[in-house]
C-alpha cells in the first residue's frame, strides 16, 4: 500500500491584523456579527468574514468627468 501525501498547512497569519504606532496597538476591522476574534478579510472590492460569510461591499470610485 503506498503512502498517503501529506498536505502542508499555511501558517496562521493574525500578526498581519495588528498595527504598532509608537505606545499604541490597534487591530483591524472585526465582524459584528461574530464579534471581537474573528477578523474580516479585506479583499479588493468587499471585507469579508469567513466565518459566517457577513460581505461589506466596498464603494468604487466614481470616474472624473
Known sequence: MAKKKVKNKRPSEKW?????????????????KCGPGTFLGNH?????????????????PKPVQ
Open 44 to 60: 479588493k472590492d468587499r471585507v469579508f468574514c469567513g466565518a459566517c460569510h457577513y460581505t461589506e461591499m466596498k464603494s468604487a
Open 16 to 32: 498581519k491584523k495588528y498595527k504598532v504606532s509608537g505606545d499604541n496597538l490597534t487591530k483591524e476591522r472585526n465582524c459584528p
